[in-house]
């Protein structure tokens, strides 16, 4: 069955110190896609991230980046010199096929909360 | 501007009383769903519709209903609210694609008394 796992609840750093945000998901297909969304305290959620399973590289956007390892089914996401505008809860999400039903099921993690303390 | 709509944005109702909230999205998207956000358990889906006229139950739908009569509009019923369905409720969207990214709405915060 499908899981998304954040095992940290709650992170603080002080700003400009790097931070990673671990997601572990399980899923039995082979083809697969994951997402990085943004909540931050005003409420919306923004999408940060897409990447497929067949994709491993690792990708980088600005303070951003995503590392993807299909050996432990994990795609973490770290955010290098940490700013106060980045305090958020932030989701991690699979998406996959299922063709039982012909339609895709998107799974959430339970999020972590990133508090960035000036 | 693109954009998913939800009203009302903020509601305290009273159980037993019969509420709609409304999700209008602009981007002639296929895919309409909605989430409910608690605590500890991140966004479950309720509801969500592959096209007009196709709905289905996702992972916690008791307790509400949908309808998709037209494209742009997805409208999240709750027949008879109890304080359980207290939550902050999100509509998306999203092209056919399940490849592709959700769009949110800014969500609806439900409190039933």
Known sequence: ?118 | EAQVTQNPRYLITVTGKKLTVTCSQNMNHEYMSWYRQDPGLGLRQIYYSMNVEVTDKGDVPEGYKVSRKEKRNFPLILESPSPNQTSLYFCASRAGQWTGELFFGEGSRLTVL
């Not at chain 1, 940060?48 to 432990?72: A, C, P, V």
């Open chain 1, 1 to 118: 069955a499908q899981k998304v796992t954040q095992a940290q609840t709650e992170i603080s750093v002080v700003e400009k110190e790097d931070v990673t945000l671990d997601c572990v998901y399980e899923t039995r297909d082979t083809t697969y896609y994951l997402f990085w969304y943004k909540q931050p305290p005003s409420g919306e959620l923004v999408f940060l991230i897409r990447r497929n399973s067949f994709d491993e590289q690792n990708e980088i956007s600005g303070r951003y980046s995503w590392n993807f390892q299909k050996s432990t089914s994990s795609f973490n996401f770290t955010i290098t010199a940490s700013q106060v505008v980045d305090s958020a809860v932030y989701f991690c999400a699979l998406s996959e096929f299922l063709l039982k039903t012909s339609y895709d099921k998107v799974i959430f993690g339970p999020g972590t909360s990133l508090s960035v303390i000036p």
